[in-house]
């Protein structure tokens, strides 16, 4: 059994605020010291999986190849989607590539979270759990004020389950909105089973993309047949295997990242 790090970077080009990206997307901006929320999310996961993995598209897989370049990371797998379907049908495409014992850890690539003690217990405690057949999903901890309490908080862990040492309260019955990271834990074989059962559609056209992709390439008119959904949509508020996992993560949201992203965009503009 491995733990494989499974990097989306499908994020389309868009933009940050008012400030449009076109060139590239933003988890490729050198934002902190030289480094970009890319780059930093394999940094970040490196001592916590043995393997690498990523998810991306037609146009922005060469971005994330320099980056592996950069890091002299020549050891990794890669999907390479013609029409991206959200990350439902991202999860899959990783789990029909991994062996079924795999424990897949999936991340965004634009997240600015500094990889401090604190972020490697959470998902130290994450893989434990998906090891005895869970569907983890990390929730961020927001304090609320007559909010109504979304589904996150009736799947959180209760105070003898949840592993994290700092979390002691039953956070299923706290004035407290947990919302989806982005991040999750599974097995590769438990999250083909329930997508198999929930979205029989899903799983046969992934399958059949998967066993079709050449070299990397998923096949574009395949591709374009899989449904669009994302894993909160299918596994949330469906699967009976899911477990939430609060936590608090400290991130890079400090005035020169800001400055450092104004003028990265700025330049991108002009």
């Given at each position: 059994?491995?733990?494989?790090?499974?990097?989306?970077?499908?994020?389309?080009?868009?933009?940050?605020?008012?400030?449009?990206?076109?060139?590239?997307?933003?988890?490729?901006?050198?934002?902190?010291?030289?480094?970009?929320?890319?780059?930093?999310?394999?940094?970040?996961?490196?001592?916590?999986?043995?393997?690498?993995?990523?998810?991306?598209?037609?146009?922005?897989?060469?971005?994330?190849?320099?980056?592996?370049?950069?890091?002299?990371?020549?050891?990794?797998?890669?999907?390479?989607?013609?029409?991206?379907?959200?990350?439902?049908?991202?999860?899959?495409?990783?789990?029909?590539?991994?062996?079924?014992?795999?424990?897949?850890?999936?991340?965004?690539?634009?997240?600015?979270?500094?990889?401090?003690?604190?972020?490697?217990?959470?998902?130290?405690?994450?893989?434990?759990?998906?090891?005895?057949?869970?569907?983890?999903?990390?929730?961020?901890?927001?304090?609320?004020?007559?909010?109504?309490?979304?589904?996150?908080?009736?799947?959180?862990?209760?105070?003898?389950?949840?592993?994290?040492?700092q979390t002691n309260l039953d956070i299923r019955n706290m004035d407290i909105k947990l919302v989806n990271s982005g991040i999750y834990c599974f097995r590769a074989q438990d999250f083909l089973d329930e997508l198999k059962d929930l979205e029989p559609e899903l799983f046969q056209s992934v399958k059949r993309a998967h066993f079709k992709k050449?070299?990397?390439?998923?096949?574009?008119?395949?591709?374009?047949?899989?449904?669009?959904?994302?894993?909160?949509?299918?596994?949330?508020?469906?699967?009976?295997?899911?477990?939430?996992?609060?936590?608090?993560?400290?991130?890079?949201?400090?005035?020169?990242?800001?400055?450092?992203?104004?003028?990265?965009?700025?330049?991108?503009?002009?």
């Open positions: 059994m491995k733990t494989k790090n499974v990097i989306l970077s499908d994020v389309k080009p868009s933009k940050i605020g008012a400030y449009p990206i076109k060139s590239k997307s933003f988890q490729y901006l050198p934002l902190v010291e030289g480094k970009s929320p890319f780059e930093l999310t394999i940094e970040r996961n490196k001592s916590l999986s043995d393997d690498l993995m990523v998810i991306g598209r037609l146009d922005n897989f060469k971005h994330s190849r320099d980056v592996f370049s950069k890091l002299k990371i020549f050891n990794y797998d890669e999907i390479i989607e013609a029409c991206p379907k959200n990350t439902a049908s991202a999860a899959a495409f990783a789990a029909f590539e991994s062996d079924p014992e795999d424990i897949l850890l999936i991340t965004p690539s634009d997240q600015l979270i500094i990889a401090d003690k604190h972020y490697f217990e959470v998902i130290e405690n994450a893989k434990k759990i998906a090891k005895n057949g869970h569907l983890v999903i990390i929730g961020l901890i927001q304090t609320t004020k007559n909010q109504k309490k979304s589904d996150f908080n009736k799947n959180a862990l209760p105070a003898d389950e949840n592993l994290q040492h050449s070299g990397g390439f998923v096949n574009e008119i395949l591709n374009e047949l899989i449904p669009e959904k994302s894993l909160e949509c299918v596994i949330l508020s469906r699967s009976q295997k899911v477990k939430v996992l609060p936590a608090e993560f400290n991130w890079y949201y400090d005035i020169n990242t800001v400055k450092k992203l104004k003028m990265e965009v700025n330049h991108e503009v002009n």
